[in-house]
């Protein structure tokens, strides 16, 4: 079955230290990934996708095939990056997501 | 455009009650999906529909639950009778074509008592 597993429910970080938000995958077929974001009293909304390759508000994540993962990054966390983060995968037609992260930046 | 508009925003009810959810997606969207979020499990797909059509039920839990797209702007969740498991948030997205990019409602947080 296709799924994507974000190992840690909760995450604490300092301001200015790195930040990594760790999901794996089990998919039959290339693998198409996607960071969503719900930060506090908004929406949940698109962060990124592993195909445009992009960088946006500072993260970034790799699909690394050998380790089936695609760990969320950046290099120095912000206050304003605390919110819950959905690692989810593409099926046919559908997008299932994972149990999700609750990242906190302490000041 | 607000997006896609999702009522009420929150709901209080008694266990055995009808519970409706609703949603109205964004204009041109062709593609609406419901999910059910909370803390144990997450989000999870509940059902979605192309073109107004119902495509996949099977994250449907019981048959309590039930669906309907009537047209290509509106669509309703009903829970019938509700139980207190089934209070979580309640999700509706649209997208344009596929999964490319979904857009999120505010959801409905159903609270049953």
């Known amino acids: 079955a296709q799924r994507v597993t974000q190992p840690e429910k909760l995450l604490s970080v300092f301001k200015g230290a790195p930040v990594e938000l760790k999901c794996n995958y089990s998919y039959s077929g290339s693998p198409e990934l996607f960071w969503y974001v719900q930060y506090s009293r908004q929406r949940l909304q698109l962060l990124l996708r592993?195909?445009s390759r992009e960088s946006i508000k500072g993260f970034t994540a790799d699909l690394n095939k050998g380790e089936t993962s695609f760990h969320l990054k950046k290099p120095f966390a912000q206050e304003e990056d605390s919110a819950m983060y959905y690692c989810a995968g593409a099926g046919a037609n559908n997008l299932f997501f994972g149990t999700g992260t609750r990242l906190t930046v302490i000041p | 455009d607000a997006g896609v508009i999702q009522s009420p925003r929150h709901e209080v009810t008694e266990m055995g009650q009808e519970v409706t959810l609703r949603c109205k997606p964004i204009s041109g969207h062709n593609s609406l999906f419901w999910y059910r979020q909370t803390m144990m499990r997450g989000l999870e797909l509940l059902i979605y529909f192309n073109n107004n059509v119902p495509i996949d039920d099977s994250g449907m839990p019981e048959d309590r639950f039930s669906a309907k797209m009537p047209n290509a702007s509106f669509s309703t969740l009903k829970i019938q009778p509700s139980e207190p498991r089934d209070s979580a948030v309640y999700f509706c997205?649209?997208?344009?074509?596929?999964?490319?990019?979904?857009?999120f409602g505010s959801g409905t947080q159903l609270s049953v008592l």
């Open positions: 997205a649209s997208s344009l074509a596929g999964v490319e990019k979904l857009f």
């Open positions: 592993h195909i």
